[in-house]
């Protein structure tokens, strides 16, 4: 099989995000055919409708790396109960202007840790209903509500042995969507 190219969108831009450790662990847990390329999001200027005729670099840059994937891997933090801003802005950017809407039929999987007890829920949810207008497949189930706590990763930056085999799982499971899909 051809290798699968993922694009990976990690909704926050600190360095040590707990969502950007679990994206890598992540995608340590997925089969070899499987290659993944982190979307720089942090570089783009605020979404703004007069400018869609004529992009920055960085909205074009992330707008051609989506078009080139066969899949989505969105691993997202909640900020205030939804999705962090930055992820938005992303979002808006790729899929403007009107009709040139780059996520349209990519799979994606939606993932997320937080240190609270529901994990990124909300986030989540919110995070769905959009890629649901924008005509994003979205993995269903299992949902991957993931508390921030110890144990969760190793000394290696592995995913820990706690939570292995949920997210093994998981990544199964979201690897099968993608290939259904992509095929």
Avoid: C
């Avoid at 994990?119 to 649901?132: D, E, K, P």
């Amino acid at each position: 099989m051809a290798q699968l190219q993922i694009v990976v969108v990690v909704g926050s831009l600190r360095r040590d995000s707990f969502n950007r450790r679990l994206a890598e662990g992540l995608i340590r847990l997925a089969p070899p055919e499987f290659s993944f390329t982190h979307l720089n999001i942090g570089d783009l200027p605020l979404y703004n409708q007069d400018e869609e005729a004529n992009p920055a670099a960085a909205v074009k840059r992330i707008k051609s790396e989506i078009a080139a994937a066969q899949g989505l891997l969105f691993v997202t933090p909640e900020y205030n109960r939804s999705m962090p801003g930055v992820l938005k802005n992303a979002i808006d950017h790729a899929s403007r202007p009107y009709g040139q809407n780059s996520w349209k039929g990519k799979p994606a999987g939606v993932i997320g840790a937080s240190v609270g007890p529901i994990g990124t829920a909300m986030s989540q949810q919110h995070l769905r209903n959009v890629l649901a207008y924008l005509d994003v497949p979205t993995l269903g189930q299992p949902e991957g509500f993931i508390h921030a706590k110890e144990g969760l990763f190793d000394e290696a930056g592995n995913i820990g042995p706690a939570s292995r085999q949920f997210l093994q799982s998981w990544i199964g499971q979201y690897v099968a969507w993608v290939k259904h899909h992509a095929g």
